[in-house]
């Protein structure tokens, strides 16, 4: 994407592309018809596994008030239990708390370009997928990376983290 082209799109979304342009990512964000606010949705849209799509789910961090954001298959449930012994015990994160701590509203949270700096989980359950779609800002928009390409911008760990 171009500058001009960036500058039709919502905020979280051009957050979203300037952050994977800085990364030099080969795709950027990719605006889709309808909402996909779920994983489901986000896979009929596309035309592709449930499994493939990257859902992003936050956590509070009950210690320190932390967002754990942590990445999943889309056909995949989180273990919190997984999750609290890997970070510390969690608490419920609500839409306020998303959004003031992600910058995104739920049913866009990106697994990049966030407002704050908080913890980050991969699940090793998307490496089963050559291809994977994230949202990238808002409920409309999408992009495509691999499993890799997530673990390498994120910088976070790939733990067994779903029931």
Known sequence: MCGAELTN???GVRRV???LQSHDHPHG????DD???TAQQAADALGIDVGQIAKSIIFRRVQDDAAVLVITSGDKRVDEKKVAALVGDLGRADASFVKAKTGFSIGGVAPVAHASTGVVLIDRELFRFSEIW???GHPHAVFALTPAQLEKMTGAPVAEVVV
Do not use: D, G, N
């Not at 964000?29 to 889709?32: D, E, F, I, K, T």
């Open 9 to 11: 799109l919502p905020e």
């Open 17 to 19: 592309a300037a952050y």
């Open 29 to 32: 964000p990719r605006m889709l």
């Open 35 to 37: 909402a996909a606010r």
């Open 134 to 136: 994230a949202a990238a």
